[in-house]
């Protein structure tokens, strides 16, 4: 079946600080590979995706690589801002399943001054 | 873009009422769309599937007698909670995805569910 893992936060940097948010993932087909970002109170924010293996999808400084001999999308930013405290989610989507979506359990990242 | 919206964004409601919440695709058709449920500080759990002019699939453990899904055209998905007891608080959320081109999805900003 479809899943996603990824790290358990919360994760509390601070700012100009790198920052990795791990993600692995189990899939039975071909996937697209998505990171959202979720601020309080609000709904989910496309962040980036890749499509394929070895994209890299990038976004406002993050990046993230779709490895698949490693099944991961990692999420990395060189320097994070106070305004990047959110909740990150790793996800996928089943193009073979009306394209539906499966979540990992979301990581918290806050970023102190 | 691609444009999802809710209505409402917020509702408090009574045990016992039902409440509807709406989904629309603003700027593009959808032929299927997803409800979810939020729980605090948890991840998204997947509801159900709505594809437009017919049934909508259910997960496992999902009551569909309790939540209702209609989705009677290419921009409008609606949830409806009959009866609702406080346990159905949670933070729920719409996605839509295009009817051609990318599969990528579009969530909308999500309703916020507080029965008292």
């Known amino acids: 079946g479809n899943s996603v893992t990824q790290m358990e936060g919360p994760v509390t940097l601070s700012e100009e600080a790198f920052l990795t948010i791990n993600c692995t993932y189990t899939?039975?087909?071909?996937?697209?590979l998505f990171w959202y970002v979720q601020y309080p109170g609000e709904g989910l924010q496309l962040l980036l995706k890749?499509?394929?293996?070895?994209d890299k999808g990038s976004n406002k400084g993050f990046e993230a690589t779709y490895r698949k001999e490693t099944t991961s999308f990692h999420l990395e930013k060189g320097s994070v801002q106070v305004s990047d405290s959110a909740v990150y989610f790793c996800?996928?989507?089943?193009?073979?399943?009306?394209?539906?979506?499966?979540f990992g359990s979301g990581t918290k990242l806050n970023v102190k001054p | 873009g691609a444009v999802v919206s809710q209505h409402p964004s917020w509702v408090i409601c009574k045990s016992g009422t039902s409440v509807k919440i709406e989904c629309r695709s603003l700027?593009?058709?959808?032929?299927?769309m997803f409800w979810y449920r939020q729980f605090p500080k948890q991840s998204l759990m997947l509801m159900a599937t709505?594809?437009?002019?017919?049934?909508?699939?259910?997960e496992q453990g999902v009551e569909k007698d309790k939540f209702l899904i209609n989705h009677a055209s290419l921009t409008l998905s609606t949830l409806t909670v009959t009866s609702a007891h406080p346990e159905d608080s949670s933070f729920y959320i719409c996605?839509?995805?295009?009817?051609?081109?990318?599969?990528?999805?579009?969530f909308g900003p999500g309703t916020r569910l507080t029965v008292t």
């Open positions: 996800a996928l989507s089943d193009q073979n399943n009306f394209n539906k979506f499966y």
């Open positions: 890749a499509t394929k293996a070895d």
């Open positions: 709505s594809n437009e002019g017919s049934k909508a699939t259910y």
């Open positions: 996605s839509a995805g295009r009817t051609y081109g990318s599969y990528e999805q579009y």
């Open positions: 700027d593009f058709q959808a032929t299927t």
């Open positions: 899939a039975t087909g071909y996937p697209s």
